[in-house]
């Protein structure tokens, strides 16, 4: 009797310490004693982005600046479905290399099997945008985009505190986020850090090297006589037509202002009814319902079907919406009107919109699943 009471009295307490120390004792305590020190060195070294001399300079935060390792983990969660609740998706599943980093979707589908209501936008040159993303501008950074896909029920549907207690216990991202942000202990991985890391990477997302560029820029090449024709459609208004051009919002070299606009899209009779205020959401003011974000024409040979909520599945019906004009909705941007165009014309428009598509950019090693 008295050698079970001993034991009893030393289980005790055992139990009674571990519960002081904020543990349970069970199997299945996540905060058992363990030393969480994570073994790995520091050293970090500043990633040369490589930017062509004819785009603008990227923003690059003075908090999140551009290291090797930072990038390489940020690739890695980016292309990692660890992040969404049942280990299916990754921010990739609806960002693809050879789509331009978009889906090919008119609105994607998350991992409850739902459908979201808007089209997967391209990841391409967000390092030069200053006026915020998704399709309306709700959010500034790209820091603070990556937060929000992770939660979203109609995307990964998962939660923060459950990503971290999985990177924390992984085999090997306690070392990388050492590597990338000098952490010393496992405890210390944060949303913060994963979002960190996943926007240094697609700051690395450049696309400058099209045929137009190497054209204009490097001197390399030639526009075929359809490209060319095109081309002048595309910047010009010619003197024989009442066309408004493209470029008022598509301008080199970025091929956005990442403005803005109510393109004519929807007949509504007044700025309330559109099916999805956009802009207007975010700002609140009233003029700003039915704008969206003026997306780069950088690869949209690639990144069909188009507009926010992909309703045309081909450049051809975008071109045609465009010429038929819009609606006449109080604040639908000046530089909507109809204008003559023929068949010619949407084709040579056509070919010179594919010549600024980037092949290197979407074959691009460093920019490809790490994983395969």
């Known amino acids: 009797m008295r050698k079970w009471l001993l034991v009893s009295g030393i289980a005790l307490l055992f139990f009674y310490a571990c519960e002081q120390d904020g543990q349970s004792g069970g199997d299945n305590c996540d905060n058992c004693p363990v030393d969480d020190r994570i073994s790995a060195n520091y050293n970090p070294e500043a990633f040369k982005l490589e930017v062509p001399f004819w785009l ?185 037509i009442n066309h408004p051009g493209c470029s008022h919002c598509h301008f080199d070299p970025l091929y956005t202002d990442n403005n803005f606009y109510n393109n004519g899209l929807d007949a509504v009779p007044n700025l309330e009814a559109f099916p999805d205020l956009g802009r207007g959401n975010v700002t609140k003011r009233r003029f700003d319902n039915g704008k969206f974000r003026s997306v780069t024409l950088r690869n949209i040979e690639l990144t069909a079907p188009y507009m926010h909520d992909g309703r045309f599945q081909t450049l051809e019906e975008v071109l045609n919406q465009y010429a038929a004009g819009g609606h006449g909705v109080e604040n639908e941007d000046p530089n909507i009107m109809p204008f003559p165009m023929s068949a010619r014309d949407r084709q040579d428009l056509i070919a010179f919109l594919k010549t600024l598509t980037d092949t290197s950019f979407i074959n691009n090693p460093a920019l490809a699943n790490p994983f395969k």
């Open 56 to 240: 603008p300079t990227p923003i690059i935060p003075a908090d999140n600046p551009l290291t090797v390792d930072g990038v390489a983990l940020g690739r890695m969660l980016f292309y990692d479905p660890i992040l969404s609740s049942d280990s299916t998706q990754s921010c990739a599943s609806c960002h693809q290399q050879k789509l331009a980093f978009t889906d090919g979707q008119a609105t994607s589908v998350g991992v409850r099997g739902l459908r979201g209501t808007r089209s997967s936008m391209s990841l391409a040159n967000l390092a030069f945008n200053p006026k915020g993303l998704f399709w309306d501008g709700s959010v500034l950074t790209l820091e603070d985009q990556a937060l929000i896909p992770v939660e979203d029920h109609l995307e990964m549907n998962e939660t923060w505190e459950n990503v971290e207690r999985k990177l924390q216990k992984h085999s090997s991202y306690p070392a990388l986020f050492r590597k990338a942000f000098g952490i010393e202990r496992k405890r210390e991985i944060t949303r913060d850090l994963v979002v960190k890391a996943i926007a240094q990477f697609e700051r690395t997302m450049i696309s400058g090297y099209s045929k137009f560029d190497r054209i204009v820029w490097l001197n390399d090449g030639w526009l075929e006589d359809d490209e060319e024709r095109g081309r002048r459609l595309f910047f010009f208004e010619p003197a024989d």
